[in-house]
């Protein structure tokens, strides 16, 4: 079935551990996106990507990184994890910009 | 930017009964106007979308409204059923760029 794959599933960090988020998607979308989801918050914008080769910051992307080498895979990055980036991380792709986005289902991350 | 303003953050309904949700947006240049629908331990999955050269979109039970002179647009969903019950978002952007900015969201409750 054709979409979006994150792994891991969920993850407990200790605080000052680097990790890596993955990301694949098979639809051949162009664009990808990383948000996180707080409660009370909605999902805030940490990076995205408008096509492999680029990425550009979001809301919140200060202690994030990514990369883009191709038009599969989005990694996302915590340098150096800190309390505050527990949360949901989900990752999005659409076609182009400016299409419907689908959405992974989700990696929990606990940074203790 | 942008803000999206969400009503109610929970709202309780019985089977069949109607359910409205609410969103407000403060940018102007906002065209498209996605709602998601996010199950517990999912992601988001777009449920409906409408732009801004649209005033209303139906999909079976579901119709989303949009009101440009007030900017605010609104989820209708009829004849409610216990499978309606997740958690929905809405989101406004500018399809020039690719942020959306989603609101904190709505708690449906249908009740047998």
């Known amino acids: 079935i054709a979409g979006i794959t994150q792994a891991p599933t969920s993850q407990i960090l200790a605080a000052g551990r680097r990790m890596t988020l993955r990301c694949t998607q098979d639809?051949?979308?162009?664009?990808m996106y990383w948000y996180r989801q707080d409660l009370g918050l909605g999902l805030r914008l940490i990076h995205y990507s408008n096509t492999a080769g680029t990425t550009g910051k979001g809301e919140v992307p200060d202690g994030y990184s990514v990369s883009r080498a191709n038009t599969d895979d989005f990694p996302l990055t915590l340098a150096s994890a800190v309390p505050s980036q527990t949360s949901v991380y989900f990752c999005?792709?659409?076609?182009?910009?400016?299409?419907?986005?689908?959405f992974g289902d989700g990696t929990r991350l606990s940074i203790l | 930017g942008e803000n999206v303003e969400q009503h109610p953050s929970t709202l309780s309904v019985q089977e069949g009964d109607s359910a409205v949700i609410k969103c407000t947006y403060s940018?102007?240049?906002?065209?498209?106007f996605p709602w998601y629908k996010q199950e517990l331990g999912k992601g988001p999955q777009l449920i409906i979308d409408i732009r801004s050269n649209v005033g209303e979109k139906k999909d079976q039970r579901i119709a989303v409204t949009l009101n440009k002179t007030a900017k605010h647009f609104s989820l209708h969903i009829t004849e409610t059923q216990p499978e309606d019950s997740a958690v929905y978002f809405c989101a406004a952007s500018n399809t020039g760029f690719q942020k959306l900015v989603f609101g904190t969201g709505t708690r449906l409750l249908v009740s047998p």
């Open positions: 999005a792709s659409s076609d182009r910009v400016g299409q419907p986005q689908h």
């Open positions: 639809m051949r979308h162009n664009a």
């Open positions: 940018d102007s240049a906002s065209n498209y």
